[in-house]
């Protein structure tokens, strides 16, 4: 049986702890879809096509990554592709408890026995969110260090527009 993961958020924009999450469930799934969730209610830095081009960039060194998006529940998607695993990545103690919430939800939502895979960020990523990285972006600082190369040049050509 493959081992196929999800891995959903709206990497608006991708950090390095989304990377790190991604680099390291690759490693432990056959393969790992990494879906935009779209929110049609909600404007983003990036367009959809724009996240998903990026991602397709920052992870094409990954053999068994895919890049997705959808819109609607985790759980409709996940029933939908048939996935074994639902990947959440957790930076602090906040995050456990929202997790702990969406995957007992989950649990009552996935058909055919998908689990959740709780995994905990790169200590080096644990404050990093993406709200903070197009914060402190549009305000002239520097996040290299925080995102991969090409969010940054990305960044800054949006941001220069």
């Known amino acids: 049986m ?4 999800l891995y959903a958020g709206s990497f608006d924009p991708v950090t390095n702890g989304h990377l790190n999450i991604i680099e390291r469930a690759a490693k432990m799934y056959d393969s790992l879809t990494v879906a935009i969730a779209v929110n049609p209610q909600k404007t983003g830095f990036f367009t ?3 996240r998903a081009e990026i991602l397709r960039e920052v992870t094409k060194h990954i053999p068994n990554v895919e890049i997705d998006c959808f819109e609607g529940l985790s759980a409709d998607y ?3 592709h048939g996935f074994t ?3 959440r990545g957790l930076r602090a103690v906040n995050d456990f408890e929202n997790e702990l919430q969406m995957a007992q939800m989950n649990a009552l939502l996935f058909k055919g026995g998908t689990e959740t895979a709780l995994l905990m960020t790169d ?3 644990s404050f990093i969110s993406s709200s903070l990285i197009k914060e402190v972006a549009s305000l002239g600082g520097d996040v290299d260090d925080l995102v991969p190369p090409y969010v940054v040049e990305r960044i800054r050509e949006k941001l220069s527009k």
């Open 78 to 80: 996940v029933n939908k």
């Open 48 to 50: 959809v096509e724009e």
């Open 85 to 87: 695993a639902y990947v």
């Open 123 to 125: 200590p080096k990523n």
């Open 2 to 5: 493959e081992r196929k993961a």
